[in-house]
């Protein structure tokens, strides 16, 4: 680890489902399976595949990193979920978290997507909604493709 603001947890800790649970990725299964007591896997929320799960100390931002085999054909290291309700401005907490990946990770391309029609910007009335600002804003690149479903993607390759 690096010092800094996150913190390692695991997939199924209830504190990252807390959180994930506010994000607009969040899915709510029709069977009820989550508020079932007796389910075991309640509070997992990342899928398959390696992952490293990192929330802050207060429990206030959480972020997902995934590798696994993507349906979409993208190569690489996947930021699953970034979610930050605290203080810390969420362009640090992603810098942070792009070190920790390539710690893991040594080397590989980081991609995330970002659904325009979901995303909550800070709107004054004469600007316009810029999905995934605050990963542009510390040097990811808007893909020209975008998903079937109209997902906007964006990549970080490593400098190394």
């Known amino acids: 680890m690096i010092d800094g603001h996150w913190l390692p947890a695991k997939d199924g800790d209830p ?5 994930m649970r506010r994000h607009y ?12 007591l007796n389910y075991r896997n309640r509070f997992l929320v990342c899928g398959p595949g390696e992952k490293m799960v990192l929330l802050t100390v207060d429990c206030s931002a959480l ?8 349906d979409s054909g993208q190569q690489g290291v996947n930021c699953a979920v970034f979610r ?20 893991k990770w040594p080397g590989e391309r980081l991609y995330t997507y970002v ?14 909604p810029n999905p995934g600002k ?4 510390v040097g990811w ?15 970080k390759l490593s400098e190394k």
């Open 25 to 36: 990725s969040s899915h709510i299964y029709a069977d009820g399976r989550r508020r079932n």
């Open 134 to 137: 605050c990963f542009i804003m």
């Open 115 to 128: 659904d325009p029609k979901k995303v909550k910007t800070a709107l004054w009335y004469f600007r316009k």
């Open 84 to 103: 930050n309700e605290g203080e810390v401005l969420s362009s640090e907490l992603i810098l942070e978290a792009e070190q920790l990946a390539w710690l």
């Open 63 to 70: 972020f997902i990193w995934r590798k696994f085999i993507d």
């Open 15 to 19: 504190r990252v489902y807390a959180l």
């Open 141 to 155: 690149r808007r893909l020209e493709q975008m998903t079937k479903s109209g997902k906007v993607i964006l990549e």
